[in-house]
């Protein structure tokens, strides 16, 4: 789903400096579907958000998961979602 959003939206952010108003209506729907997917891989395992927390504070600490504790904590910077 991620992906599929990406490749369909990608051409409003080639070769464009500023930062239009639909790049921030993109970027918010962008992380609607981020979010509605974090709530349901949490229902699904039986997770509270503190254990998630407590996870990735694990993670950005650990040699084999800093890079995507990282990545996760990136997702909501409108800057590294343009990039």
Do not use: W
């Not at 990608?10 to 962008?30: A, G, P, T, V, W």
């Amino acid at each position: 789903m991620r992906e599929s959003f990406i490749e369909e939206n990608c051409i409003f952010f080639l070769n464009e400096e500023e930062n239009s108003h639909h790049q921030h209506d993109l970027f918010k729907s962008y992380n609607e579907i981020m979010e509605n997917r974090l709530e349901e891989f949490l229902k699904e395992f039986s997770l509270t958000p503190e254990v998630l927390g407590e996870a990735l504070l694990f993670a950005s600490t650990s040699e084999n998961f800093k890079e995507m504790a990282i990545l996760i904590e990136k997702e909501d910077d409108f800057q590294y979602f343009k990039q």
